[in-house]
């Protein structure tokens, strides 16, 4: 079932593959995270930096938050997501790429543009693919995800380098809104063509993103993204012995 939609229509969403009390817990602890670690870097593109009341867009971020709390270690091989995963790469084996935390705080919450995650890390066969946990409510006001569907089939696409890798010839019309509940997972491609808007809310939009490949998939080339844990198996084994490279 979750393999079909994503092979046809570029994503797959799981309502409430998690339970509401765990994903109020995974929201407080990674505010908690954020606080604890004080991070003030905003990774805003600048492509996508707007003004909206009355002040410029900003987002808070934490890189591979499993390194700093198991909590989402657990996730990370949680069955309910590695079978996901696994299904919807059509191979028994998952591999971690990378992990992102997300804050869109309210009324001025950042948005993206229209991207592919495709050429931050390119692979040879683009068995790659991501996954965003809600641990909020992410109504459109509050800038839930856009995508475009189908539009993975049609391959790598030449993005923009300027603030940012993005694609400004698509327009947003093309795309629709995949409002989500707290507890809800979105599964993608990295192909997919997929965005989301500004967070004109008065409640923030936390979130947790997490990249995964099969492992037999090898990076198209050498000097790829690194981020720490990348290469763990997340479910079945690695039958390459690359060992994350």
Known sequence: MYAAAYAEQGFVKVDGLLGPTEAAAYRSETHRLLAQLARD????WASAATVSMGATTHLKHLHDAQFYSAAYSRLLVDPRFTEVAAAVLGTPNVQ???????????ENGSPFPMHQDYPFFPHTHH???????????A??????????????????????????????????????????????AIFFPYLTVHGSG????????????????????????????????????????????????
């Not at 068995?127 to 409510?137: E, H």
């Not at 459109?140 to 300027?162: F, I, Q, W, Y």
Request: proline residues 11%.
């Open 41 to 44: 870097d905003d990774p805003t």
């Open 96 to 106: 971690l790429h990378h992990t992102k935390a997300f804050v869109k705080p309210p």
């Open 127 to 137: 068995r790659v693919g991501a996954v965003i946990f809600f641990f909020d409510d």
């Open 139 to 184: 109504p459109v006001e509050r800038g839930c995800l856009r995508v475009v569907p189908g539009s993975h089939l049609a391959g790598p696409r030449k993005h923009d380098e300027t603030g940012g890798y993005h694609l400004p010839e698509v327009p947003i019309e093309d795309a629709i809104d995949i409002p989500a509940k707290a507890g809800d």
């Open 198 to 245: 500004v967070n004109v809310s008065d409640e923030m939009r936390t979130t947790w993103l997490v990249q995964f490949r099969d492992p037999a998939d090898p990076p198209a080339i050498k000097a790829h993204d690194h981020s720490l844990g990348q290469g763990m198996i997340l479910t079945g084994i690695d039958p390459t012995g690359r060992q994350g490279a």
